[in-house]
């Protein structure tokens, strides 16, 4: 595949626009929640989070990942595109366009915590995958990091509105940031176990490469675990959150001994998940609802 694309139909695929909520969600419910109005900084905020974020994240990943998604059957559709090198500078140029003009209001109304949390989120972004850093193909550090993308949006997002709202950082609430880093840890890690093969074949490293595909599934089960009794100890409002955890753990059990010569049937789990994730979200904006509303 190295004719070039029609840009912006190959900047939306490159973007996975399936996951733009698991971003944009994070920050607009944590920064509404706390300063309690609509602004131009959380309605910007949250573009910035559904949109460009998500294109630098992903469109950085295609990059730098071409030769190994070559030989990934999964790649190619909504899980992830297969960018032509002709098609690489356009993609990175785009990242930086789009991304720029909101960091720039978003430094200019943060204060130096809001800003300090802005830009190692977007470091993260940016060391996943960029040739010199690649921590994607460093063990555990690739699920930490990619948890680092979900979480620091609804981490800024608390930082940045407390200095509209107080927001008291009690242990109950670092404990809701840190089941929502394990959560992300978890399917890090678990999304690695279907590409074991096709990494592999691709040169690339990852946790489950270095350790097992079935070690990995373990890693997750447990990570995901660790979650639910994270927010079981946590705020008493995200308690009742930890029964939706028992899907997501449901979901790759199946997969506890899975043999590395059929770790790509763990796809389907995957795509259980990613539809599950908005099944999630819709429980929890409900309960949240419900919560303001009761």
């Known amino acids: 595949m190295t004719g070039k694309r029609s840009t912006l139909p190959m900047l939306f695929s490159v ?18 929640l706390v300063t309690g109005e609509v602004s131009w900084t959380l309605i910007l905020g949250t573009l910035f989070f559904l949109i460009p974020y998500n294109l630098a994240m992903y469109g950085i990943n295609d990059v730098f990942d071409y030769e190994s998604d070559l030989v990934n059957p999964r790649k190619g559709g909504v899980e992830g595109a297969v960018a032509p090198p002709d098609n690489h500078r356009a993609i990175l140029i785009a990242s930086a366009v789009t991304t720029i003009p909101f960091l720039v209001y978003l430094v200019a109304v943060g204060n130096l915590s809001a800003n300090l949390v802005l830009a190692f989120s977007v470091f993260a972004v940016i060391a996943y995958s960029a040739k010199g850093l690649r ?20 981490v800024y997002a608390l930082v940045l509105a407390d200095a509209r709202a107080d927001v008291h950082w009690s242990a109950q609430l670092v404990a809701v940031c840190a089941a929502f880093f394990c959560w992300s840890m978890a399917s890090q890690a678990f999304g690695a176990v279907q590409d074991v093969v096709a990494d592999r074949a691709g040169g690339l490293r990852s946790i489950a490469t270095q350790t097992s595909a079935a070690f990995t599934t373990r890693f997750s089960v447990a990570m995901y675990v660790l979650s639910a009794v994270l927010l079981l100890l946590s705020l008493p409002s995200a308690r009742i959150i930890a029964i939706l ?7 790759i ?36 609802i419900a919560l303001q509303v009761f």
């Open 15 to 32: 973007s996975r626009p399936l996951s733009w909520v698991n971003t944009a969600y994070p920050f607009g419910v944590a920064y509404a």
């Open 245 to 251: 955890l028992v899907p997501y753990i449901a979901n």
């Open 253 to 288: 059990a199946p997969y506890w001994n899975v043999a590395e010569r059929n770790a790509e049937s763990a796809n389907r789990a995957w795509r259980r998940f990613l539809w599950l994730n908005y099944v999630t979200g819709a429980l929890i904006s409900m309960y949240i």
């Open 135 to 154: 921590f994607k193909e460093i063990p555990f550090v690739d699920s930490a990091t990619s948890a680092v993308h979900f979480v620091s949006p609804m």
